[in-house]
């Protein structure tokens, strides 16, 4: 059984901001953490959080100001975007990839919190200009790959043979065999317009993809590992600069067998991030036109209100069960781990589930999952 400790002092929490979560910690202990500042707020506050329980500590403090590497505080956030409601920047996302598929600018930052449509409405916008996904001929691209390496095989052991042959003394009226023919690198261009990479996994990985996609436009989500390798931010930076010559190299020495050490960038780039705007490296950053959708909890509420009244969202539900579960998550909007558009869809199908205590099973899973 949990015992809460008695003490006279105040202890209270230190709130910081870090990759992309809200943490609270007391005297470097971790007590809480997520996506939503109120959620953490909340929970220490309603004593609803075992750890902080356990030391006493029921309040928070957030530290004004994160000033780390040139961070600024959600409060600064709000300032910067408070002239712009969240439907508006919606909007303002939907001009700027279709700028983007029209080639008027080379490379587009979305940043803000995952879960609440960043990558849905790029595809809305990108499939409703009828582009094409690289994904559909990516076997095509595969096959060229694989025919090439066998050549290069077959040619690097008819050269052990050759080489055996023509080095062997005494050869006088033998003649001369023939020289076998080194293969010519296929063209590694992927077919169609746009390719979405999930994931990030090396540098050299990175120079593969912008390469083969040189011409099309490259849609990285939920990459922001990505910033942690120079080598990475590098190559990104080359892709996305605003030059009307952007040449993406590499420098060291050269891993790649059919790849040239320097080609030119003619795509365009698009890179979603589940960070903040300020907490994306500053040359992504200065090279990009970017919107930030950072949303407080009432902003995350307004946001959903409006997917709720579209006939994409959930199309197969009673609108009155989509209200319902809306209304339900704008009562306990304080109290949901992660209010994303997953708590939304969670909750409106256990409301058309039709379990007469649906309110308190949707609460629970609000709360724990």
């Excluded at 928070?60 to 712009?84: A, N």
């Excluded at 009226?173 to 996994?201: H, M, Q, R």
């Excluded at 990505?226 to 590499?250: E, F």
């Amino acid at each position: 059984m949990m015992t809460e400790v008695k003490t006279t002092e105040r202890r209270i929490a230190k709130l910081t901001f870090e990759e992309g979560k809200y943490v609270a910690r007391f005297n470097g202990r971790l007590l809480a953490k997520s996506f939503s500042k109120e959620y953490v707020v909340e929970k220490i506050r309603n004593k609803d959080c075992a750890r902080a329980t356990e030391l006493g500590v029921y309040d928070v403090e957030e530290e004004s100001h994160m000033t780390t590497e040139g961070i600024v505080t959600d409060e600064r956030l709000e300032e910067d975007t408070i002239e712009f409601d969240i439907n508006t920047r919606f909007e303002f996302l939907e001009s700027l990839v279709r700028m983007i598929v029209q080639k008027n600018i080379p490379s587009l930052l979305i940043t803000g919190e995952g879960g609440l449509g960043k990558t849905f409405t790029v595809k809305k916008v990108i499939t409703e200009m009828g582009l094409d996904d690289t994904a559909n001929h990516s076997d095509e691209l595969q096959k060229a790959k694989s025919e090439y390496e066998t050549a290069v095989a077959a040619y690097e052991e008819a050269m052990k043979q050759y080489i055996k042959i023509t080095s062997k003394p005494n050869r006088t009226g033998l003649g001369e065999p023939t020289k076998p023919v080194e293969p010519k690198a296929p063209n590694l261009t992927n077919k169609g317009d746009f390719i979405f990479v999930k994931g990030y996994s090396t540098a050299k990985a990175l120079y593969r993809i912008l390469y083969e996609n040189r011409d099309k436009i490259c849609i990285f989500d939920d990459c922001d590992s990505i910033q942690k390798d120079a080598n990475a931010v590098n190559l990104i930076k080359a892709a996305a600069d605003s030059y009307d010559d952007r040449w993406v190299s590499w420098y060291s020495e050269n891993p790649f067998s059919d790849l040239p050490r320097s080609f030119k960038f003619e795509g365009q780039i698009i890179f979603i991030s589940n960070l903040s705007y300020h907490h994306v490296d500053q040359a992504i950053r200065s090279r990009s036109m970017c919107v930030d959708l950072s949303m407080t909890v009432d902003q995350k509420i307004e946001r959903m209100a409006k997917i709720v009244e579209g006939n994409e969202f959930m199309p197969g539900l009673p609108i009155e069960h989509k209200r319902d579960a809306l209304d339900f998550l704008k009562e306990k909007r304080f109290v949901v781990r992660d209010l994303t558009l997953r708590s939304l869809i969670s909750v409106a199908k256990i409301r058309t589930g039709g379990a007469d205590n649906w309110k308190s099973l949707a609460e629970y899973i609000i709360r724990t999952n």
